[in-house]
């Protein structure tokens, strides 16, 4: 049975809430933009039409997103009430303030999300490090963590390259993260380098080893986002793919090379930026898709640019570079830790099956983006 404490933390959680969204001029912000949508002459520019459809849809999702904490909130209140009636039962009660609680916290963490590439869709990226076979393999296990994350998230996942290990695992492998709400927001908190320690099943003597994978994540931009990319500066090669999809993919050169000579806007430095993309049998669709990576990495750099002062920020409590790992997962001790945040849990296995919930939470918890 809940508390008195736990009832008035639930009705203050909701009550900030509606302060800090703001709800009262959402409303009339609602109304205003929607009423637009209903001009006679709305939709002969289709994709402006678009644009201000997803607007309003925005603002209403924040309003019912409310709505339905201001319901469950005010739902245990009557039930803890009701309770001292005895016209409902202590599991009732419990039920009512689990309601509650899942509401809240899934509109307080869509409340960090407040940068223009949160809702984007992206581009999530593994290298394996240093240490062959053990880390290859450690590398196609963060993979398969982030496609179960995404498959529980309702996202569609695209292997659009992937380069497979020597023996076992991968050395790389590029994921789009696609169809679900603040697939980039989410996983921004994965960017660095998650580091592996546990009894090897490929070393002879047993012994506890330390591997190293760095994760990469970046928005992936659609139409709507216009970037700029020269054209005197993009140069193509093809090759043939390998692995699955039948004799025809080794027969057709329908992989592509996409190689883009960036230059730093700042300082002037000139770096090559290289795509491989493999995902279709037709070498048009994986120049288109080369192209969007390419457009999305552009994107990254400018949005990391914009802001530099948050990422400031983040450097002073921990640089992600290799060699400074982000987190830790701890097989044999039953452990993974994130050292940013201290988060951490001793469910391993759901861990590696997903659930990660816990730890981006925290992180944007902890490195919150202002207006």
């Avoid at 409590?317 to 790992?325: A, D, H, P, R, Y």
Wanted: hydrophobic share 35%.
């Amino acid at each position: 049975m809940i508390t008195l404490d736990q009832l008035k933390d639930i009705q203050d959680r909701a009550d900030a809430l509606y302060k800090y969204l703001d709800i009262d001029r959402k409303k009339i912000e609602y109304e205003e933009e929607d009423l637009r949508t209903q001009a006679p002459d709305f939709w002969e520019d289709p994709a402006r039409a678009q644009e201000q459809m997803k607007l309003v849809k925005g603002i209403k999702k924040w309003i019912d997103g409310y709505e339905e904490v201001r319901t469950a909130a005010d739902e245990l209140q009557l039930s803890f009430d009701f309770y001292k009636d005895e016209l409902v039962t202590e599991e009732e009660v419990d039920a009512a303030y689990e309601r509650a609680v899942k509401a809240i916290d899934a509109l307080e963490l869509r409340n960090m999300l407040r940068q223009e590439e949160d809702p984007m869709d992206c581009v999530l990226k593994i290298n394996s490090g240093a240490g062959g076979t053990e880390a290859q393999d450690w590398a196609e296990m963060l993979m398969r963590m982030y496609q179960r994350w995404a498959e529980k998230g309702g996202y569609k996942v695209t292997i659009s390259d992937l380069q497979e290990g020597d023996e076992a695992g991968i050395k790389s492998v590029t994921m789009q993260i696609e169809g679900g709400e603040y697939a980039y927001g989410f996983l921004k908190s994965e960017n660095g380098v998650h580091r592996l320690v546990r009894v090897s099943p490929y070393n002879a003597q047993g012994k506890r080893m330390t591997s190293f994978a760095s994760v990469f994540v970046t928005p992936l931009v659609d139409d709507t986002i216009e970037v700029y990319v020269d054209p005197s500066k993009v140069s193509w090669d093809t090759f043939r793919s390998s692995g699955a999809g039948g004799q025809n993919v080794n027969k057709v050169e329908t992989g592509v090379r996409l190689r883009y000579m960036y230059t730093d806007p700042d300082t002037g430095e000139e770096e090559e930026i290289l795509i491989a993309n493999t995902e279709s049998r037709k070498q048009q669709q994986n120049r288109e898709n080369a192209m969007r990576l390419l457009k999305s990495q552009l994107y990254d750099r400018a949005m990391k640019k914009r802001l530099e002062a948050q990422a400031a920020i983040e450097a002073g409590k921990l640089k992600i570079e290799w060699g400074s790992q982000i987190r830790s997962y701890v097989f044999d001790d039953r452990r993974v830790k994130d050292h940013r945040t201290n988060y951490q849990t001793t469910d391993v296995d759901a861990v590696m099956d997903g659930k990660l919930d816990g730890f981006i939470k925290a992180y944007l918890m902890e490195f919150p983006v202002a207006d």
